[in-house]
């Protein structure tokens, strides 16, 4: 310990002002801060804080991910080996391994763009770096599906950071969810790596992990996909999943949202620590049960309405999307009270937008995005009420 | 029965070195300071020079703005220094005790036989009207406006803060005399705690009491305010402490100045943390003599770690503190990874930390920030301490963007920066919150007067 702050102390000058390597001071100052904490003392205001700081937040959330981020792992190699038929033959492990091989490039790419452009930028603005791109780059890899190139990753990572974050003024000035902008620009300018039925299931082996698969334009739909064409997912004669499939995540779909229990160990470590709103994520679940309730006895005809509530909420990303980024505390509703609504409206939107939108069968995504813009709106109409009420106050005075 | 009011927002930090019960008698100090920057507002303009001699209650300093509020010597002696800072603004001016102890003579004085201007007159005379504060703006208040009320706390929920009932002890008579006079002036309100036994407060005449239970801020001023009477816009609150209280009580009841305070000593590196007394102004060496551990590099703060000032061993009391609080500036530094680290010694108010499931652990903190600067990012952070019906977030950012419509409908003019204090302290983006608050009110202040 005592060596490495000597040898940072000792290289310390170069990186200041003058210096050889001033160029990569907000570099320099990063891996300086995230290891050491910083011995600056209070110089005006309280004589005392906190122990709490960004980091230690934007860590927890990392940390809430894992699980889901290991299962998805696993979940990959399970899909490749049934898409080859040897899914008798191959040992959790190896399927893990390969999932692990297949998700590594996405999360390095991820990082390494989102990273590099938030270094620059600190450079540039002469600020301390940021700890928000920490969890954004760890979610990017997580909603994408496993078939998406790792080019078409590096450009939408690099266009959420530059046009969702740092033009707003960077970490805690973003409107909308960062890594959910990532998603949307797939979705628009390449839509063919985000949706359709190929791109759910690796088919290549990997480095001798994984198997290849020989059939050709192997196809493989995911499971809200196969509602929107009418196909019985549960309990009819083609069951196309059982109910442990959908809780665990056994099932094609974007690499960290499949299954339900991973997710809710998230949930657990997000809620105990206080670090994500139980009301938002709260009003997610209930916005989504009641609009589900709402179509399956209003729109009979309909396949994806006719799915029960509770499959709504465990399939697609819908608990992802609740737990994980509804809850991004910079772009969710800020108010006690408007997290509620904020929360409502999510779930609402997503089943709506499932239901009715015949283009794509999945509505997690624009659900969070619409709410992320109109959750100012909601806050505002929150302290408005504050406000008419300190003004009522004035006028009963006079 | 009085009004009880439960306040549930807000946090006590329970920090090591909380005062013992005793009274230790220290010798008296040499030097006494007075330092014009802990009248807000106020522009000084001195009376005195070098080898000058005053007696306790003879002006040293009036405000440029209105001359008749003066600022008195705590002691009597001679004059030593005018210190001046940067453009010749004056930091301190410092008086040598002649260990005598004289104060200018006032007559006594029935106070409630007397009208509203003759107490400003003879408050203004002896030097004690520039101890009451005034909201908006948390200012010291000015002798022509007429406040709607005046509050006074009679209890501080500060960490370590000194505990009312041991300074009033021996003073019950004074402090209802500061009170009566200050009931000529306009309606009182003294809001007390729930826990408070002595029938000086319970029972105090001439004023309106609310009982309040609860954390800290449940002691501050604001808060009390905010809960009983809010200030609305274009009125005029005026609030002093209830020490000060009974420096009224003294000049009206014996027609002397008598700027004797109760002191606490504490903090987790002052040994047998303890009560103690010293004039006003008081040098804070012999307070502190041979009460320091000095495992650490130490800040000697004057005042309570949430708003006190740092200040050195050879510093002086401010002129509203009763208290001196030493903790370590760097405990454990050069920390590594510590925001991954368990951190067990820790205190934080985020579950992310285990202190929460101690609460009765009592802890040494020190002066770090432990983390950098960063945008507001967590939200409902500010509102869980803090207990007025305003929106601390919103407030903030409207003082950051310089709002000023945004500002007073947000409420700007109910608050003080001392009300941010806790919101500082659990800030994970670490922003300066009582700097802002208190440039917003400058602000607001140089547009409105």
Same mark, same amino acid.
């Given at each position: 310990m005592k060596f490495l702050r000597n040898y940072l102390n000792k290289i310390k000058p170069k990186f200041e002002e003058g210096g050889k390597l001033h160029a990569f001071r907000s570099l320099f100052d990063g891996f300086e801060t995230f290891l050491f904490v910083p011995n600056d003392t209070a110089k005006n205001g309280v004589n005392i804080h906190d122990a709490i700081d960004s980091k230690r937040i934007m860590s927890i959330v990392v940390i809430a991910l894992m699980p889901a981020l290991l299962v998805g792992m696993y979940n990959i190699g399970l899909q490749n080996a049934i898409a080859a038929g040897v899914a008798d033959t191959t040992s959790w492990f190896s399927m893990f391994l390969f999932g692990l091989m297949v998700t590594l490039p996405k999360i390095v790419v991820s990082y390494v763009v989102g990273l590099?452009?938030?270094?620059?930028?600190?450079?540039?603005?002469?600020e301390e770096i940021h700890e928000g791109f920490l969890v954004s780059g760890m979610i990017i890899p997580m909603i994408v599906p496993v078939g998406c190139p790792l080019w078409v990753l590096a450009v939408a990572t690099a266009f959420a950071v530059i046009f969702a974050k740092e033009v707003f003024g960077g970490t805690g000035m973003n409107i909308v969810n960062v890594a959910l902008i990532a998603r949307a620009f797939i979705f628009f300018a390449y839509p063919s790596v985000i949706s359709g039925d190929g791109v759910w299931v690796a088919t290549e082996s990997v480095m001798g992990f994984g198997a290849d698969v020989t059939v050709d334009g192997y196809t493989c739909a995911t499971a809200l996909q196969h509602?929107?064409?009418?196909?019985?997912?549960?309990?009819a004669s083609a069951d196309v999943l059982t109910t442990n499939d959908m809780l665990f995540g056994f099932m094609p779909g974007s690499i960290g949202e499949t299954s339900v229990i991973a997710i809710a160990i998230g949930a657990v470590i997000l809620l105990y620590t206080g670090v994500a709103s139980w009301k938002t994520m709260f009003s997610v679940f209930a916005g989504g049960i009641l609009m589900s309730v709402l179509f399956q006895h209003t729109l009979p005809d309909n396949p994806v309405a006719q799915i029960p509530a509770w499959q709504h909420l465990v399939l697609g990303g819908f608990c992802f999307g609740a737990v994980f980024m509804a809850t991004d505390p910079v772009t969710s509703a800020r108010t006690e009270t408007g997290k509620y609504i904020y929360g409502l409206g999510i779930g609402a939107m997503a089943i709506l937008i499932r239901v009715l939108n015949p283009g794509y069968p999945e509505g997690m995504m624009l659900?969070?995005?619409?709410?992320?813009?109109?959750?100012?709106?909601?806050?505002?109409?929150?302290?408005?009420?504050?406000?008419?009420?300190?003004?009522?106050?004035?006028t009963k005075k006079n | 029965m009085h009004r009880v009011v439960k306040i549930s927002k807000g946090l006590d930090i329970n920090l090591k070195g909380a005062p013992a019960a005793e009274f230790v008698s220290i010798e008296p100090a040499k030097l006494y300071a007075l330092m014009p920057a802990d009248f807000t507002r106020v522009t000084p303009k001195v009376v005195v020079k070098p080898e000058d001699v005053v007696k306790a209650g003879d002006p040293l300093f009036f405000d440029k703005e209105n001359p008749e509020i003066q600022f008195v010597s705590p002691v009597s002696g001679k004059v030593v220094a005018v210190n001046r800072g940067e453009r010749r603004r004056v930091l301190s001016i410092v008086v040598e005790s002649d260990g005598k102890f004289e104060s200018v003579e006032y007559k006594a004085k029935d106070v409630l036989s007397l009208s509203a201007e003759e107490v400003k007159a003879d408050l203004l005379k002896a030097g004690l009207f520039g101890f009451i504060r005034q909201r908006p703006y948390d200012v010291i208040a000015t002798p022509g406006d007429a406040p709607r009320t005046i509050f006074v706390s009679a209890f501080d929920s500060k960490p370590l803060a000194v505990d009312f009932e041991v300074a009033l002890k021996g003073?019950?008579?004074?402090?209802?005399?500061g009170l009566d006079a200050l009931s000529r002036i306009a309606p009182v309100c003294l809001g007390i705690r729930d826990d408070q036994k002595s029938t000086a407060l319970n029972v105090a005449k001439n004023v309106k009491t609310? =009982?309040?239970? @609860?954390?800290?801020?449940?002691?501050?001023?604001?808060?009390?305010?905010?809960?009983?009477?809010?200030?609305?816009? @274009?009125? =005029?609150?005026w609030? =002093? @402490?209830a020490e000060e209280v009974i420096f009224i009580g003294r000049l009206f009841n014996r027609g002397k100045i008598d700027f004797t305070r109760t002191i606490a000593l504490v903090g987790s590196e002052v040994k047998n943390p303890a009560y103690s007394s010293a004039l006003l102004g008081a040098q804070i060496t012999n307070l502190l003599s041979g009460r320091l551990d000095d495992k650490y590099e130490l800040r000697v703060i004057d005042g309570n770690v949430l708003t006190g000032k740092v200040t050195t061993t050879e510093g002086f009391l401010g002129a509203f503190s009763n208290e001196i609080t030493v903790i370590p500036e760097i405990m454990g530094g050069d920390e590594m990874l510590g925001w991954a680290m368990p951190r067990f010694s820790m205190y934080s108010t985020s579950r992310s930390y285990f202190s929460w499931l101690s609460p009765k652990r009592k802890y040494a903190i020190d002066a770090r920030i432990k983390g950098g600067e960063r945008h507001m990012i967590m939200s409902n952070e500010y509102d869980k301490v803090f207990p007025m019906d305003i929106y601390p977030e919103y407030l903030i950012k409207a003082i950051i963007t310089g709002n000023i419509d945004k500002m007073e409908q947000l409420g700007i003019y109910e608050v003080a920066p001392e009300d941010f204090a806790l919101c500082e302290f659990v800030d994970s983006s670490k922003l300066e919150l009582q700097r802002i608050v208190r440039e917003g009110l400058d602000k607001l202040r140089a547009e409105m007067c």
């Open positions: 590099g452009i938030e270094f620059t930028v600190a450079q540039w603005k002469k509602a929107a064409n009418n196909v019985p997912l549960v309990g659900a969070i995005l619409l709410m992320n813009v109109t959750a100012p709106f909601i806050d505002y109409c929150v302290v408005q009420s504050n406000i008419n009420a300190r003004a009522k106050r004035l | 003073n019950e008579e004074d402090f209802q005399t609310t =009982i309040f239970s @609860g954390p800290h801020p449940a002691g501050n001023v604001g808060v009390q305010i905010n809960k009983t009477q809010p200030v609305n816009k @274009g009125e =005029i609150v609030t =002093i @402490g």
